[in-house]
């Protein structure tokens, strides 16, 4: 038997059954589901219109909505697995099938400036539009939507889980929103509609006018930023560093609010050089108030030659990116590190205190630190997060319906 090595495990799952573990663990997730949900899970193919596409001669298809543009023949899928060709119409396959619906605290996301000590309505697809080395959740990232348990759960039923558990906010997250974008769109724009707010999760491999067309109906991101360097993308995520960088300026340009985390690999994207040249461009390009997280790696998926993080690293990458003029960089996954906190700018006091995931607010007093009175960057109410509104002009150019055919 010949073994081609260029073969990954993404394409062997593609194309083989071998999917035993991820719909054992979907399954698992699956019985989370509030009660609304149906509880029968199982894998599900939800055929829907695709946003952000146009139509090629001979029935092909070019995808609009991530940097890849796969151009997708008739029958045929594009990379993330879960967008399909069908007579020279795109297809999402993954319309509110979620193998994944839990209900988290904000600050797993994580998130440190929006809305601290509430809960997430937290929910995922299968399908990515990368193939990260050390993901963490490849069990239904590089699954195709047959391969993974999952419950049909339309819009208005998740705001309505949502509103019925106390969350106030809705987070796409767990995989690659990206991928399933549609339903990301039409779930964040219900919950406007009925006071949830609803916040990404995301690599930011997206293209520009699809996120600022999903602006208008989110209320908080977070983008994991891989690394600061092309190779790193290359090599360890099948990708490219441009398109993200692109996002986070797109971001900043409506006034989104926006964390950045970057998981520190050691020997991979763990130099102070590439953290100081990170720090300085998001100071440049967003602004000195922007969180940015470092979170220790921990070997798994395809990267377990290499230990965890040292906390030593972290602690560095932290001072590293504060010399650079960021005034809210976290230390993350190091249990009562003393960068989990948020520290206020102008006295140096603990605004936010957090042990895990349990969070103590008592300093900060609409949004201002009680021991200076100093305004602190973030959101810090429901109304702040559904009062924020993509300024006029800053939408997408066009709109995400599908072209016209190409010649």
């Known amino acids: 038997m010949n073994h081609d090595p260029a073969i990954t495990r993404r394409t062997f799952l593609r194309t083989s059954g071998a ?6 663990a979907a399954r698992a997730a699956a019985q989370d589901v509030p009660g609304d949900a149906p509880a029968d899970a199982k894998p599900r193919i939800v055929v829907r219109d695709a ?4 139509r090629l001669p001979d029935k092909a298809v070019r995808c609009l909505l991530c940097p890849r543009e796969c151009v997708v023949a008739e029958v045929e899928r594009g990379y993330c697995g879960v967008r399909e060709n069908q007579a020279g119409q795109y297809k999402t396959l993954v319309y509110g099938t979620l193998c994944s619906v839990n209900m988290d605290p904000i600050e797993k996301k994580p998130l440190y400036h929006y809305l601290p000590t509430t809960p ?17 959740n490849w069990r239904i990232s590089q699954y195709r939507p047959e391969q993974v ?15 019925n558990r106390g969350a106030p906010t809705m987070a796409f997250t767990y995989s690659e929103p990206v991928v ?4 990301m769109h039409d779930a964040a724009a219900e919950g406007r509609k009925n006071g949830v707010g609803s916040v990404m999760i995301s690599n930011g491999y997206i293209r520009e006018d699809p996120m600022r067309e999903l602006c208008k109906h989110l209320t908080g991101v977070k983008v994991d930023l891989k690394a600061f360097t092309e190779t790193f993308y290359v090599d360890q995520c099948s990708a490219h560093l441009e398109p993200v960088l692109k996002t986070l300026e797109v971001l900043a340009d409506v006034g989104m609010h926006t964390e950045i985390v970057v998981l520190l690999i050691p020997t991979l ?4 050089g590439e953290i100081r040249q990170m720090a300085t461009w998001i100071v440049k390009h967003m602004g000195p108030d922007v969180p940015l997280h470092f979170s220790r790696f921990h070997p798994t ?18 001072k590293t990116a504060m010399d650079a003029g960021l005034r809210f960089v976290y230390v993350g996954n190091v249990p009562l590190h003393e960068g989990g906190h948020t520290y206020c700018p102008g006295c140096g006091k603990v605004v936010i205190r957090r042990v895990g995931y349990r969070t103590d607010t008592s300093n900060l007093k609409d949004g201002t630190c009680r021991s200076c009175g100093r305004k602190i960057p973030g959101v810090w109410s429901q109304e702040q997060a559904l009062a924020f509104t993509v300024p006029e002009g800053k939408g997408p150019k066009t709109g995400p319906a599908a072209g016209e055919a190409s010649l």
């Open 19 to 24: 999917g035993a573990c991820a719909l054992c």
């Open 51 to 54: 946003m952000w596409y146009e």
């Open 120 to 136: 997430a309505l937290s929910v995922a697809t299968a399908g990515c539009n990368m193939e990260c080395k050390f993901c963490q």
């Open 149 to 163: 348990d999952s419950l049909v759960v339309p819009p208005e039923n998740l705001v309505r889980v949502a509103r």
């Open 180 to 183: 399933f974008y549609e339903y």
């Open 269 to 272: 994207n763990d130099s102070m």
């Open 301 to 318: 998926y395809r990267v377990k030659n290499l230990p965890p993080t040292p906390v030593a690293t972290l602690d560095r990458a932290r």
